[in-house]
């Protein structure tokens, strides 16, 4: 590859380890940004046909939203409209939250559920049609960044001017960037059962509430915790929380239910008749991370994005939003290159706008699965409160959002709720351009001026 400048911008290859959300949204952002992207996936086939439910925040739905997806996405996704608390012993409803209309306008997208399987088919439709060179039994062996050459078990290899880890926490990419051993913290057991059990039974009935549709359900327990919402299919996705032990099966297998019926069956009734209904579950585990230090690999042009990157723990509201920003931010970045020379600064530019957020992402959603999980020291103190905020069906996560800045405390707390939700990974992209990128492509000769390049491709699937 020549790394001179040309009077066109140049057509970057780029390969990308994993065909999961973080490695098709980067297909997609390089696609749209006029490079080529081959993505090398080890599965047999686009999706798992069983796996549990994702949330799709709105910091996700507004990028598929303005690419001209939306009709699309809610084909295979459902809206949510609210979250129920509850007390996974008594089943005692603690209160509930209807998401706020302010904060829906100024995130600029929806929360909604979708089956991880249809979201992955979602976004390799789009990679696809887009023009992704998308490989499955694909299975990476070796990575040469040096000579930045991909080898697959089968012999095959792949060149690449930029190579992409997007395999997960526990592929082959993470290790080469000297990642530490994680802490297991919990078991995460993820599931779905078919919606029409629940509908047919009257003490399970009230979990579809056609009163507020994509209603989500939370069990808090001693240790222990509960999600569950409805899915497309139709289906209901449960996710269990649970001691760290036994083996795990990770997303490409199912294991059995024992374990998580020994959570299930020391809880409320609702609950055990769920665990009766569900699926063989897919068992992970939710780790205690230490982050990477660096994002972008000395040895080449090699970075991270999603859990390869940062792992978040499984069920999270933002497990599949931060994967999916990561690819969306760093195939955008490099709308603006102009040589080959800039590839380096380029991934330093993407690790600088993502790599704190994702670790603030980890954190949060971690201290939120910790707090339905507490020991019943202080559990109690939880409940009291939120006994108290829910009285009168008023939400029970409500915060009073302040007309004027300078009420300092409330101001805050609604800024880190609206900037976590609100976030456009596009948007932070041409933010640096335009406060660094610029500056930086002028000393290099680079003419910085010029427009994006854009593919324009047909937004629907006959």
């Not at 009935?205 to 359900?217: I, P, Q, R, S, T």
């Amino acid at each position: 590859m020549s790394s001179t400048e040309s009077s066109s911008p140049p057509s970057i290859r780029v390969v990308i380890i994993g065909g999961n959300v973080g490695g098709l949204a980067s297909a997609i952002s390089f696609r749209r940004s006029g490079h080529q992207a081959v993505v090398l996936e080890c599965r047999d086939s686009i999706a798992p046909e069983v796996t549990g439910g994702i949330r799709l925040p709105p910091n996700i739905t507004k990028i598929i939203y303005q690419w001209g997806y939306e009709e699309l996405l809610r084909r295979v996704a459902v809206k949510s409209s609210a979250i129920d608390l509850r007390l996974m012993d008594t089943g005692e409803k603690l209160g509930g939250h209807v998401w706020e209309e302010q904060l829906i306008r100024d995130a600029r997208g929806d929360f909604m559920f979708t089956h991880h399987g249809d979201f992955v088919r979602f976004l390799h439709d789009i990679a696809e049609d887009m023009g992704a060179e998308l490989h499955y039994s694909a299975k990476v062996v070796d990575v040469n960044m040096e000579d930045k050459i991909v080898t697959l078990e089968d012999g095959r290899v792949f060149e690449a001017d930029v190579i992409v880890g997007a395999d997960g926490a526990d592929g082959i990419s993470r290790p080469l960037f000297e990642a530490e051993e994680p802490e297991p913290l919990l078991n995460f057991y993820s599931t779905t059962i078919p919606m029409a059990r629940i509908l047919s039974d009257p003490l399970t009935a009230d979990l579809h509430n056609e009163n507020k549709a994509g209603l989500c359900a939370a069990w808090f327990g001693d240790g222990v915790a509960v999600l569950g919402w409805p899915l497309m299919k139709p289906e209901y996705a449960l996710c269990v929380y649970g001691p760290p032990v036994g083996d795990q099966t990770g997303w490409l297998h199912q294991g059995k239910k024992d374990r998580m019926m020994e959570i299930l069956n020391k809880a409320e009734p609702r609950l055990r008749k769920l665990g009766e209904w569900a699926r063989e579950p897919h068992v992970v585990t939710v780790n205690k991370t230490i982050p990477l230090e660096e994002w972008f690999h000395d040895d080449g042009p090699y970075a991270l994005v999603g859990h390869a990157a940062q792992p978040l723990a499984a069920g999270s509201i933002q497990e599949a939003a931060t994967a999916f920003e990561d690819g969306v931010a760093l195939g955008r970045i490099f709308s603006r290159i102009k040589n080959y020379d800039q590839i380096s600064t380029y991934l330093i530019a993407y690790e600088e706008i993502r790599r704190d957020r994702d670790i603030r992402a980890y954190e949060k959603e971690l201290e939120d699965i910790q707090f339905m999980c507490l020991p019943p020291q202080y559990a109690a103190a939880r409940d009291n409160v939120l006994r108290e905020k829910g009285k009168d069906g008023r939400n029970i996560f409500e915060l009073e959002i302040p007309d004027d800045p300078t009420e300092s405390e409330a101001w805050v707390a609604w800024e880190k709720i609206v900037d976590q939700f609100a976030y456009n990974a596009e948007e932070a992209a041409d933010d640096w351009w335009h406060k660094t990128g610029k500056t930086i492509q002028a000393s290099q000769g680079g003419v910085v001026d010029a427009p994006l390049l854009q593919i324009v491709v047909a937004k629907t699937h006959h």
